[in-house]
């Protein structure tokens, strides 16, 4: 059962215009909520989090959502440009962090030129 | 700072061996997580430790075994190898223990296991 999940494998879109991926989660006790960049090769790199307190978190051109009622987040990316292409990861933990994170099979974005 | 770093970074063993990969953590860090990264199930956590006490699991089978140094270096051990134990195996150091407020991990670049 898989208790966080990214629907779409891959996603096309054009350099400047805004990219985002969604992530869907069915375990209540998530309070945490983060977002990891990978390119290949490497390790994920932390992106932004967002605490289970707040419905949105900013940081430069990344813009992270949360909507507690729909079990549902998303990251907002704008403009994009060619560096964002990569896999991106959605974690959630529970207990403040004290859990482990569990990821979703990520997102391929590929900005385009 | 040198960051997280994992030996080997690739690994070719057959069914029924068993492995031992390694994890140095950030210096300062005291808390090592390990992640099993498949094309099929993405990124799975296995397991984390904080000043070499086991605090968190996931489910995996006993094959999958790890402990932590004084040192805070970190092994994670797979015994009688399977062929779906072919993964990317990563590691990631935070600061801080479980708990609290979240401390954020820092990803090695991963050990490539393949199992023939």
């Known amino acids: 059962d898989q208790q966080v999940k990214q629907n779409s494998p891959s996603l096309s879109v054009q350099e400047g215009r805004i990219s985002i991926l969604n992530c869907d989660y069915t375990n209540s006790m998530f309070d945490y909520f983060l977002w990891y960049k990978k390119y290949p090769a490497e390790g994920p790199t932390f992106l932004i989090s967002i605490s289970s307190i707040k419905d949105k978190n900013e940081d430069g051109r990344f813009t992270v959502f949360l909507n507690k009622s729909a079990k549902h987040l998303s990251l907002h990316i704008v403009p994009s440009q060619p560096g964002d292409s990569a896999v991106y990861f959605c974690?959630?933990?529970?207990?403040?962090?004290?859990?482990?994170?569990?990821f979703g099979k990520g997102t391929h974005l590929i900005i385009q030129p | 700072k040198a960051g997280v770093t994992q030996t080997p970074r690739y690994l070719i063993k057959t069914r029924g061996q068993q492995v031992t990969l390694s994890c140095s953590p950030i210096s300062g860090h005291r808390s090592v997580s390990w992640y099993q990264q498949t094309p099929g199930q993405g990124l799975q956590f296995l397991f984390e430790?904080?000043?070499?006490?086991?605090?968190n699991k996931g489910n995996f089978p006993g094959r999958f075994s790890g402990r932590q140094f004084s040192n805070s270096r970190s092994e994670m051990n797979v015994s009688t190898l399977e062929l779906g134990d072919s993964a990317l195996y990563l590691c990631?150091?935070?600061?801080?223990?479980?708990?609290?407020?979240?401390?954020?991990?820092?990803f090695g670049p991963g050990t490539r296991l393949t199992v023939l």
């Open positions: 974690a959630a933990s529970a207990g403040g962090g004290a859990d482990g994170l569990t």
């Open positions: 430790y904080f000043s070499e006490t086991q605090r």
């Open positions: 990631a150091s935070s600061s801080g223990p479980p708990g609290g407020s979240y401390n954020e991990q820092f």
